[in-house]
């Protein structure tokens, strides 16, 4: 899972990945931020898991004590090795300039391995794609989970479970425009209580079957899957739905800093996941009936309601941070040039990384809802839960591969000695995730694979039009030298053309001469370049180079985490010496309007999806944040 800053506490200070520095308050913060914004998905899990788990050994039957401590074993060692070794040991290192998650390390192997970027973009997409399947599942199983506790106090609440379910949701998804600062400083305390109720009423169980700390033996798992067969495969499937969320550790690493998240995994959060499933084990051990749902059975009768309560609260603060997380990714993968532009809504003054996604956040919305209404159930839902996550965590680790390969210059052999055992564990988690495609598996897949097809369309379109406009278009360099010769008449202020091809005359600037026969006393060549890392630095922001005495070129580079501000960019040309007046400056675009040619590099069906793609793009003037007062645009037509 990919979050955002909206739901952080101090981004600033661990916006390099470094705490060290900091004081003790700070590292607290940070470490009680991370535990409510890094740690909510996973840490719902054991509303479901264990019961599914549970179910899946049992096949039908009462579950035998073998098998519980299996699942228990199995479930341990899962947190272990997947969370702790994999994610907080390993891939907390692998930072790009101190971000994390699939499309910076994405981005970052890119850049190590450039003769296999086509590949490692495309292990990109799927990534990205698969985690839209994450982001729509998440909330609709949590809430659902968490709802389905009152059934326990009176089963006349049942038929009640889907609209509160659906009523919560909305409210969610309806609450996203108005921002999350004010509520999000509570996410942390909730969280860490949360964490501390659910550990405290493992602890309480397992005193009554204290037997079942045997199961941190792995031998017990191992014990499991030799005995139990097909039935021990199709079981981790469930056992997978533990460790959902561990992506959000490595994704988070640039808003919180390593020392923080593994500090809260080591001494709170994995602490309390432990003593939570041994002590649902416990309770199923003691009473086999209790496996329909050990979590809230776990519980005496008069902490029921009150756990439901808390129970929802916690879900819906790990269905945040998923949306906040498609927010970051989308505004990601738009910088990255895998999507269209989408609009993006500051919901603070303060903190750019408050964003709002209007479009993302209604989409999300459908596909939550159309879940809820066709599952009904979380037992049901969480048979479609798991690929998604489990194909990222594939992904990751091939492109860790990369990264330990390439940038930490270990050797290949090493690189693939300290991989390839969790490659194979991932592996091992998807295929047997797969089985259950049939059951609601499904449901990820399609999502992901219409993600997957947009981006892929979008990329591959937009390179066939840039090699396309590039042989209509005439060289910068001669124009410039021509102009200069003879120039037309000049009128007074200064025009700004943007450009995705710097070397190419802009189509605004060919136009413009072609049909008013004028140029501006001050001619400036705009390019905006996204940079392979996450931020980058204001120093490094603007590059100018003067082309002529009226001419000049400027380049101003965002980094994948940032939405791009022309004004403000621009404020720092003037610092570097470019002198001009924004308000008696005029800013040239050109609006391409698309139609499918005959022969184009793509069928005609995704000539026809790239260009509804286009229309579907956030005007620039908005998206580049430019006063749109000062746009002129100009309209081409051009074949793809």
């Known amino acids: 899972m990919i979050t955002d800053a909206a739901t952080r506490a101090p981004e600033t200070a661990a916006a390099n990945g470094h705490v060290d520095a900091h004081s003790t308050a700070g590292f607290v913060a940070l470490t009680l931020g991370s535990i409510g914004v890094v740690y909510g998905d996973i840490g719902t899990s054991p509303l479901y898991a264990l019961r599914e788990a549970i179910a899946a050994a049992s096949h039908g039957g009462p579950p035998s004590t073998l098998a519980v401590m299996g699942v228990m074993s199995l479930i341990l060692w899962a947190l272990i090795i997947v969370v702790t070794l994999k994610y907080v040991v390993i891939l907390l290192r692998a930072d790009n300039h101190g971000e994390g998650g699939t499309l910076a390390l994405m981005a970052l192997a890119q850049r190590a391995a450039t003769k296999a970027a086509a590949t490692i973009v495309l292990l990109g997409i799927i990534s990205g794609a698969l985690f839209y399947g994450d982001a729509v599942i998440t909330p609709a199983l949590s809430v659902l989970s968490a709802i389905e506790g009152i059934k326990l106090v009176t089963s ?20 996203q425009s108005r921002g999350t600062a004010r509520v999000a400083a509570f996410f942390g305390p909730v969280m860490l209580v949360w964490f501390v109720v659910i550990g405290i009423g493992g602890l309480v169980a397992i005193a009554k079957r204290p ?27 469930a056992v997978f739905l533990a460790v959902t969320g561990a992506e959000a550790l490595y994704a988070d690493l640039g808003h919180f800093g390593k020392r923080p998240i593994q500090t809260a995994w080591l001494f709170i959060v994995l602490p309390s996941l432990a003593a939570n499933y041994l002590g649902q084990g416990a309770i199923v051990l003691v009473h086999p009936k ?29 269905s945040q941070a998923v949306i906040t997380g498609a927010y970051s990714l989308t505004r990601q993968a738009i910088q990255l040039g895998l999507l269209p532009r989408f609009e993006i809504r500051h919901t603070s003054e303060s903190q750019s990384g408050q964003i709002f996604m209007p479009r993302v956040n209604t989409l999300l919305l459908v596909f939550v809802l159309l879940l809820v209404l066709m599952f009904k159930s979380s037992s049901a839902l969480a048979s479609a839960y798991g690929i998604a996550v489990t194909g990222t965590m594939v992904v990751t680790a091939m492109m860790a591969f990369v990264v330990v390969w390439r940038v930490w210059r270990w050797s290949v052999l090493a690189a693939a000695a300290l991989i390839a055992p969790f490659l194979f564990i991932d592996l091992t988690f998807l295929t047997a995730n797969l089985l259950k495609v049939f059951e609601g598996g499904w449901v990820p897949l399609v999502l992901g694979g219409m993600v997957m097809l947009l981006m892929y369309t979008w990329r591959r379109g937009n390179r066939l039009l840039f090699e396309k406009s ?5 060289p910068l360099a001669d124009l410039v030298t021509m102009l200069e010769k003879k120039p037309p008449q000049r009128v007074p202020g200064t025009a700004v053309f943007l450009t995705s091809d710097p070397a190419s005359a802009p189509t605004a600037l060919m136009h413009s001469l072609k049909h008013y ?32 005495p009226t001419f000049s070129k400027v380049t101003l580079r965002f980094g994948f985490m940032e939405t791009p501000n022309v004004p403000k960019a621009l404020a720092i040309a003037r610092k570097l010496g470019w002198q001009f007046d924004i308000m008696s400056t005029s800013f040239f675009l050109s609006r391409r309007a698309l139609k499918p040619a005959a022969h184009s590099g793509m069928p005609r069906w995704q000539d026809h999806l790239f260009i509804a ?28």
Do not use: C
């Open 156 to 175: 006349s609440l049942d038929p009640y479970v889907v609209p509160v379910t659906v009523v919560i949701l909305v409210a969610l998804f309806a609450a």
């Open 211 to 237: 037997e079942v700390l045997f199961a941190l033996n792995p031998l017990y798992a191992v014990s499991f899957m030799l005995h139990h067969g097909w039935i021990g495969f199709v079981t981790l499937g």
């Open 290 to 318: 209790a496996a329909q749902n050990p979590f809230f059975l776990m519980f005496p009768d008069w902490a029921l309601l009150p756990m439901v309560a808390l129970a929802t609260v916690a879900t819906v603060i790990a």
């Open 470 to 474: 590039r042989k209509l278009e005439f």
């Open 517 to 548: 026969k004028v140029l501006h006393e001050k001619n400036v060549i705009l390019t905006i370049e996204s940079a392979p890392t996450p931020r980058v630095d204001p120093t490094e922001r603007v590059r100018l180079e003067q082309l002529s």
């Open 613 to 640: 793609l286009s229309r579907t793009a956030n005007d620039a003037t908005d998206y580049f944040q430019i006063p749109s007062g000062r746009v002129v645009e100009v309209g081409t037509q051009i074949t793809v």
